[in-house]
């Protein structure tokens, strides 16, 4: 039987099915990637102009060997290679691969096909060793030096596509006092814990890395402004809010969040790293557990007075579910404050205050249970008060977009102090003197 040439549709088809890579490059630049090479590293069916381009998808050493081995057969000085490269897959593991490159005349083009496959079973052991060298064993996330080949490979795209990029520096707040008060054991939980929190919060498209230490790293990808960028730091910050439970301990824990953006905040990794890094520690030197968006001048940073809801003694009113009640309230209006001095989000402002009121109507709750050992009158004057209080929330969180969030805070501020102050401590004192 004669053989005759496949039908180019069908031999299309044929190679976009194959399990192996196929990249097939020229002087003019990568001409064609496979389906088969996306599906190796475990990626979904490319997405036509959206699919990453092949330095992409392995890491910067190994496009630099690939990239220079394609160059030397089309200069003709070989004419085959073998290369091992390492692949990177959607969620940041390294996959070894082999790349069998060899020229091919392509309608008058000289052409480098590179033929790739993953490393048989027996390789796997150095495919561990190369995915020690880049996790962090404490945590199992990117470390350093994957996260530098990441962000270097996320510039290198970017610059092609145009498209921009967002860079958050995060460090914990007081985890220095977490490992002193409850050991190094437990410290080492709320780190794994927090970067799981990391890992819930981003898509899979972008990365986080631990840098060391508290210091963790995200790269989020197709942010065209600061926005997307604000929310991810602000669902952060709202994981963060219940605190962690390790074992039988409930921790609160806090973290400082500093945010660059390519391409407006530098064109090259240290631009972009500095730039987050001193967003951070602005964030910390403000009052910790916020987010700062690029770096502000110090000047502009010494005009914010500083100013909290401090829980003091003379809030204490000795009714154990009244003082935890009223902590959490505080907490959150402190939440609110250092909100004001950052570029948060709307919605996360919007959820600190949802959060507010439902705090602030569970403690009403409880306290109209108790309200038996007040006189009539007492008992009436209080529960009026609720009613007033909550309807004003309530009209506050309508038009909490338009109004000035500053004089929203100075009203929750003065509002929970009276409340401690005058009526919940009659209703506390009434509690103390009727229990047995
Ligand atoms: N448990 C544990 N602790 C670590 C690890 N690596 C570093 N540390 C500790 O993390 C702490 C980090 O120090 P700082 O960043 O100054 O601590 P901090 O209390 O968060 O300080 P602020 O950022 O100013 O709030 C140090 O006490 C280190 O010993 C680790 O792998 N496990």
């Known amino acids: 039987m004669s053989a005759s040439p496949l039908p180019a549709d069908l031999a299309n088809a044929l190679v976009e099915q194959l399990p192996i890579g196929i990249v097939l490059a020229s002087h003019s630049g990568t001409r064609y990637v496979s389906q088969g090479l996306y599906a190796l590293l475990g990626y979904p069916a490319k997405a036509g102009e959206n699919a990453l381009a092949p330095d992409a998808l392995v890491t910067t050493k ?17 004419s085959a290679e073998t290369l091992s490269l390492t692949g990177i ?40 060793l190369s995915r020690l060298a880049f996790r962090d064993s404490l945590t199992g996330l990117p470390n350093r030096a994957l996260f530098l080949d990441r962000l270097s490979q996320s510039l290198r795209c970017n610059k092609r596509t145009g498209g921009g990029f967002a860079l958050l520096c995060i460090d914990l707040d007081g985890f220095k006092a977490i490992n002193d008060t409850h050991g190094h054991e437990t410290g080492d939980e709320v780190l794994r814990q927090f970067a799981a929190i990391l890992q819930n919060a981003i898509r899979e498209s972008d990365s986080v890395a631990r840098l060391g230490g508290d210091e963790f790293i995200l790269i989020l990808q197709d942010t065209d402004s600061g926005k997307a960028a604000l929310h991810v730091a602000a669902n952060i910050h709202l994981a963060l809010l219940d605190g962690l439970q390790i074992g039988p301990l409930q921790l609160e824990l ?11 905040h530098g064109h ?6 500095a730039a987050a890094d001193k967003a951070m520690y602005d964030a910390k030197r403000q009052g910790k557990g916020t987010s700062r968006y690029k770096a502000m001048a110090e000047a ?48 996360f402002i919007q959820s600190l205050m ?17 309200m038996d050992v007040l006189s009539e009158e007492d008992r009436l004057r209080h529960q009026q008060e609720h009613a007033q209080a909550l309807a004003e929330l309530q009209r506050i969180r309508a038009k909490l977009e338009a109004s000035s969030l ?31």
């Open 62 to 78: 190994s496009w630099q060997r690939w990239h220079s081995a394609i160059a030397q057969l089309l200069t003709g000085e070989s």
């Open 89 to 128: 897959t959607p969620c940041g593991d390294l996959i070894e691969l082999q790349a069998q490159l060899s020229l091919l005349d392509s309608a008058g083009e000289t052409t480098v096909l590179s033929l790739i496959r993953s490393l048989p079973e027996s390789d796997l052991d150095t495919q561990s």
């Open 254 to 264: 806090g973290a400082s969040i500093g945010i660059s953006a390519y391409p407006e």
């Open 268 to 273: 090259d990794m240290h631009a972009l790293i």
């Open 300 to 347: 502009e940073l010494s005009k914010l007075a500083p100013m909290n809801l401090n829980w003091s003694a003379d809030m204490e009113l000795g009714v154990d579910w009244i003082d935890r009640d009223h902590r959490a309230m505080v907490k959150i209006v402190n939440r609110l404050i250092q909100a004001l001095f950052s570029v948060e989000e709307f919605a």
């Open 354 to 370: 949802e959060q507010f009121i439902s705090t602030t109507a569970a403690h009403f709750a409880r306290e109209d249970r108790a």
């Open 406 to 436: 500053s004089q929203t805070i100075q009203f929750l501020t003065n509002w929970v102090r009276e409340h401690i102050r005058h009526s919940d401590r009659t209703l506390s004192e009434a509690l103390l003197q009727s229990a047995p």
